[in-house]
């Protein structure tokens, strides 16, 4: 069964700062891959998704993700964090075949600083 | 627009009194599931559909029942809640049901049950 490890469960920085999320996955196959993003009293909103092809990924509001297989990675990005980009984010995986979907990881909460 | 609508989205209740959370999209989605959000464990799935009148367990279906009676809905019941059951749910949809499709999430129900 595939899993996913979300190792930092909350994260601060501040405003403009860059950002990193760490996500790890365990499946045998190669994956589908996700991040979601859920804002305050929200439903979860899809980031970027990576099934195959170009190992970088390009997201919206300015988030990308890099698949590396050799770590089972795959590591949330963005260059400049703005003050509505605090809340949880969420990674997840998915297999071909499997009506179960996705498995989430824990999910990591992050502050933005002014 | 293309939604997934819950109602209610704030629910207080009592053990052992029975209640049903709806949940409705309006896409044509195949698949719909339900997930509850704890803290520490990320999204964990209840049940799901891949289409009218067929229905599956996901990893944690105990103390829950769902219908899908029609293809737009998927509703949730639990028929004698107890406190562990407080949390906050999610319905999500798909226009397919492996892996490498996107899920669409409703807002979230908070419920509290005393």
């Known amino acids: 069964a595939q899993s996913v490890t979300q190792p930092d469960i909350h994260i601060t920085v501040s405003e403009g700062a860059s950002l990193e999320l760490r996500c790890n996955y365990s499946?045998?196959?190669?994956?589908?891959l996700f991040w979601y993003v859920q804002s305050p009293g929200q439903g979860l909103q899809l980031l970027l998704k990576?099934?195959?092809?170009?190992?970088l990924v390009q997201g919206i509001k300015g988030f990308e993700a890099e698949f590396k297989r050799s770590q089972s990675s795959f590591n949330l990005r963005k260059p400049s964090v703005h003050w509505s980009d605090a809340a949880e984010y969420f990674c997840?995986?998915?297999?071909?075949?499997?009506?179960?979907?996705?498995?989430f990881g824990s999910g990591t909460q992050l502050t933005v600083l002014p | 627009e293309a939604q997934v609508t819950q109602n209610p989205r704030y629910l207080i209740t009592v053990t052992g009194k029975k209640l049903t959370v709806t949940c409705s999209q309006n896409?044509?989605?195949?698949?719909m599931s339900w997930y509850r959000q704890d803290p520490g464990l990320g999204l964990r799935q209840i049940y799901y559909?891949?289409?009218?009148?067929?229905?599956d367990k996901g990893d944690v279906p105990e103390g829950y029942k769902v219908s899908r009676k029609e293809k737009r809905n998927f509703p949730l019941i639990l028929e004698s809640p107890s406190p562990n059951q407080t949390s906050l749910y999610f319905c999500?949809?798909?226009?397919?049901?492996?892996?490498?499709?996107?899920?669409?999430f409703g807002a979230g129900s908070r419920l509290t049950v005393l």
């Open positions: 999500a949809s798909s226009a397919g049901h492996s892996g490498a499709n996107v899920l669409t």
């Open positions: 499946y045998g196959a190669t994956p589908y």
């Open positions: 990576y099934f195959s092809g170009d190992t």
């Open positions: 997840a995986v998915g297999r071909e075949g499997s009506a179960r979907q996705l498995t």
């Open positions: 896409m044509n989605h195949e698949y």
């Open positions: 559909s891949m289409n009218v009148e067929v229905t």
